[in-house]
């Protein structure tokens, strides 16, 4: 059995504690939050037959076998890199965190400290096996495009590009790279962070975002090339009722990395 600490208790934090009520081999302890959500995560975990202790940092004497992050950038700093000089393995879907110059090295150095490792989940978007494997080879371009329903954007710089709430058809709302994409949508970041760190990093990772008002789903699209040959990929994602911005995919991926630490056969 793994005994599991969760950081952050939304969207994906409660899909994911759906998906393992019945799961004998793993079992999330403790889910940690900020203190001001501490009653409304209490209220939602109170229906779990065997539901988490709800905690604002992680005790000084608790040694889970993982750490998943489930919860925002903020919480990179405030609970991931602790933990991993602490030597706990952490798991992390906030991904786009990533972008921001130097966490990664400091990332690396507290994994190194604590002598473990920090595992960077593919959420919501799928091939960086593939993208990961191509690299090793050589790849020559990578473009991520992102679809999303155009309220999706509300509250972006998209607001500045078009009439997000009155749009009549499919708009590109940015072009340019992965860094420049990180730094004006923090929020839709973790995909084409994901696709950078995996593949050609966030200066030549090209990325196009679309609000359409057409569209219920999370959209993303990938093209690759190198050495390899070329691959395309569309994933239509679902987007979770509870937090649309975020796709259904992204709680089934960390439930899929958190059964391959368990279970005897990791695919
Ligand atoms: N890698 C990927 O493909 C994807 C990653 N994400 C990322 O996953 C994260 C969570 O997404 P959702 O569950 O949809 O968000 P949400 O807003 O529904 O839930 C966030 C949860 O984290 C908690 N939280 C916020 N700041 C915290 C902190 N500093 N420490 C501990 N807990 C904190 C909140 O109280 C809440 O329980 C976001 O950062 C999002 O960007 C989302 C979708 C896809
Ligand atoms: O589709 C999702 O779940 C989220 C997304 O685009 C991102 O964060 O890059």
């Known amino acids: 059995m793994l005994h599991i600490t969760m950081i952050g208790s939304g969207a994906i934090g409660v899909g994911v504690l759906e998906l393992l009520e019945n799961d004998p081999q793993l079992c999330v302890d403790a889910v940690i939050v900020p203190e001001a959500s501490q009653e409304l995560v209490r209220q939602r975990l109170a229906g779990f037959r065997k539901a988490p202790a709800v905690l604002t940092a992680l005790p000084a004497e608790a040694r889970p076998d993982l750490l998943v992050e489930c919860a925002g950038h903020r919480a990179i700093e405030q609970h991931v890199l602790p933990a991993l000089a602490r030597g706990i393995p952490c798991l992390v879907v906030s991904v786009g965190a990533l972008s921001e110059p130097g966490l990664v090295e400091r990332l690396e150095a507290a994994a190194e400290l604590g002598g473990t490792r920090i595992e960077l989940l593919p959420g919501a978007i799928g091939g960086i096996d593939a993208l990961s494997a191509a690299k090793v080879g050589g790849l020559e371009s990578v473009l991520y495009t992102g679809r999303k329903p155009a309220r999706a954007w509300l509250g ?31 929020k839709n970041a973790n995909v084409a962070a994901t696709l950078s760190l995996a593949g050609l990093g966030l200066d030549r990772t090209l990325v196009r975002l679309i609000a359409d008002p057409h569209s219920h789903e999370n959209v993303h699209q990938v093209e690759a090339s190198g050495a390899f040959g070329g691959f395309e990929l569309t994933l239509r994602g679902k987007p979770l009722a509870a937090n649309p911005k975020t796709s259904a995919l992204t709680v089934y991926s960390v439930v899929r990395a958190l059964g391959n630490h368990a279970h005897a056969i990791s695919i």
């Open 156 to 186: 972006t710089p998209g607001e500045q590009v078009c009439d997000l709430e009155h749009l009549g058809e499919a708009t590109v709302i940015f072009e340019g790279s992965a860094r420049e994409a990180a730094r004006l949508y923090p």
